[in-house]
């Protein structure tokens, strides 16, 4: 069987005691921590292989349910 890829967005926030969250909006569950970004997007990169793979198997499409968008802006005041 061939492998396909699949793009997520990745969004990166931290708690108050120095966590990082790694999340990809759109999916359940899906969010993760990590002591370092690198850690939490690695943790992540798993958890969303795991869902891909459930999906398929289950014959459903593993694509996002969210239409969520970022952006920067800048605010001054």
Do not use: N
Not at 10 to 36: C, K, L, M, Q, W
Not at 43 to 67: D, I, M, N, T
Not at 68 to 74: K, L, T, W
């Amino acid at each position: 069987m061939k492998s396909a890829r699949y793009r997520f967005v990745v969004v990166f926030d931290s708690e108050d005691d120095g966590r990082i969250i790694a999340s990809a909006p759109g999916i359940p569950g899906g969010h993760v921590y990590g002591r370092t970004r690198a850690e939490a997007l690695r943790r992540l990169r798993s958890a969303l292989r795991f869902y891909v793979r459930e999906a398929l198997g289950k014959g459903h499409c593993p694509r996002p349910q969210s239409r969520a968008a970022v952006a920067e802006i800048e605010v001054v005041a």
